[in-house]
T-cell receptor
Framework: EAGVAQSPRYKIIEKRQSVAFWCNPI?????LYWYQQILGQGPKLLIQ????????DSQLPKDRFSAERLKGVDSTLKIQPAKLEDSAVYLC???????????????FGSGTQLSVL | DAKTTQPTSMDCAEGRAANLPCNHS???????VYWYRQIHSQGPQYIIH???NNETNEMASLIITEDRKSSTLILPHATLRDTAVYYC???????????FGKGTRLHILP
């Protein structure tokens, strides 16, 4: 089966510019996550969607980051304006079901590597 | 905060068994142990998970001590493609999200 698709693969911008990342989860997967991974660290959860509703966005810097999942399929993550410390890999993951319904595995995309200069 | 402690890095010879330890001394009764790995330039990949019994699948075996305070991931015949960062994660039973720590960087040596 096709995996989680993310684009672009790489993005270089200057600070204070805006950027958007796109994620297409595995077909039929209800739960979608965005993670931020700074070099040398493990991925950090930013936001979790269940279908098109937000389940957890407690770690999302809402003054500059926003995310949406229209129609409960594709999702976009936006940063406006970007700061130097936003340089990281942004990973999208999906799972077929919520955990309480047996959704044990998260499937990750390869990520978008963002460099803010 | 991560609830697990792992060595920062480990080496293993190709063809040998790689044994990756994880300490989770504060684990509670409804929390599962998960392992993911992340190969360079890729997203994390699920390996295995368990509650208290030992588990085995096509990728690895998971050995959990009787008191559940530690576990070991075993890759029975390591290959160069197993070089990656391995994350041991404690996940509450009803929690959807996965919280990552820093993991163990495993180097498979030819």
């Amino acid at each position: 089966e096709a995996g989680v698709a993310q684009s672009p693969r790489y993005k270089i911008i200057e600070k204070r510019q805006s950027v958007a990342f796109w994620c297409n989860p595995i077909s039929g997967h209800a739960t979608l996550y965005w993670y931020q991974q700074i070099l040398g660290q493990g991925p950090k959860l930013l936001i979790q969607f269940q279908n098109n509703g937000v389940v957890d966005d407690s770690q999302l810097p809402k003054d500059r980051f926003s995310a949406e999942r229209l129609k409960g399929v594709d999702s976009t993550l936006k940063i406006q304006p970007a700061k130097l410390e936003d340089s990281a890999v942004y990973l999208c993951a999906s799972s077929l079901l919520p955990r309480r319904q047996g959704g044990e595995k998260l499937f990750f995309g390869s990520g978008t590597q963002l460099s803010v200069l | 905060d991560a609830k697990t402690t792992q060595p920062t890095s480990m080496d293993c010879a190709e063809g040998r068994a790689a044994n990756l330890p994880c300490n989770h001394s504060t684990i509670s009764g409804n929390e599962y142990v998960y392992w993911y790995r992340q190969i360079h330039s890729q997203g994390p990949q699920y390996i295995i998970h368990g509650l208290k019994n030992n588990e085995t699948n096509e990728m690895a075996s998971l050995i959990i001590t009787e008191d559940r305070k530690s576990s070991t991931l075993i890759l029975p015949h390591a290959t160069l493609r197993d070089t990656a960062v391995y994350y041991c994660i404690v996940r509450p039973n009803r929690d959807d999200k996965i919280i990552f720590g820093k993991g163990t960087r495993l180097h498979i040596l030819p």
